[in-house]
């Protein structure tokens, strides 16, 4: 992420447009962007400052007010799906999300995706005959 214009530029730019130039002259004088001065010159004029915003930094989530009722329910029904999480948060509390939105922050509050304690992913039971081939029948055996 690029670092913001230093205190000094910024002051000889807001020194130099109450000088009388005009905005566009001043980006040309400074080698800065046009925008940049316009944008520079609004908000001192409205906040008084020359301070640069802010950057970066954590977004917040819109689930984290409801982290008790997510891992609540997660931890009552292990198996719930995120479409029905979610249709469940949006009757409780009004807030609508899309399910893939609570699948990453599930990850982020550390609820990975489920296994077995072999490591292997976790398959269902009609899955689990392995090399026995279809139900009923015994497995082939060597008879020689």
């Given at each position: 992420?690029?670092?913001?214009?230093?205190?000094?530029?910024?002051?000889?730019v807001?020194g130099?447009?109450?000088?009388g130039?005009?905005?566009?002259?001043?980006?040309?004088?400074f080698?800065?962007?046009?925008?940049?001065?316009?944008i520079l010159?609004?908000?001192?004029?409205?906040t008084?400052s020359?301070?640069p915003k802010?950057s970066?930094?954590?977004r917040?989530?819109?689930?984290d007010?409801?982290r008790?009722f997510?891992?609540?329910?997660?931890?009552e029904?292990d198996d719930?799906?995120m479409?029905?999480?979610?249709a469940?948060?949006?009757?409780?509390?009004?807030?609508?999300i899309?399910p893939a939105s609570?699948?990453?922050?599930?990850?982020r509050n550390g609820?990975?995706?489920?296994?077995?304690?072999a490591?292997?992913?976790a398959?269902?039971?009609?899955?689990q005959?392995g090399?026995a081939g279809?139900?009923g029948?015994?497995?082939?055996?060597?008879?020689?």
């Open positions: 992420m690029p670092k913001p214009y230093s205190i000094d530029l910024r002051e000889r807001i130099y447009v109450e000088a130039h005009s905005r566009r002259s001043a980006a040309a004088h080698g800065v962007s046009v925008s940049f001065v316009v010159v609004r908000n001192y004029r409205k008084g020359l301070m802010a970066g930094g954590r917040h989530c819109k689930l007010p409801h008790e997510l891992l609540g329910h997660v931890a029904k719930i799906t479409p029905e999480l979610a469940e948060l949006a009757a409780a509390a009004g807030v609508e899309a609570i699948s990453r922050w599930l990850i609820y990975r995706f489920k296994k077995n304690a490591g292997q992913r398959r269902s039971s009609r899955h005959q090399a279809v139900a029948q015994a497995p082939a055996t060597n008879a020689a």
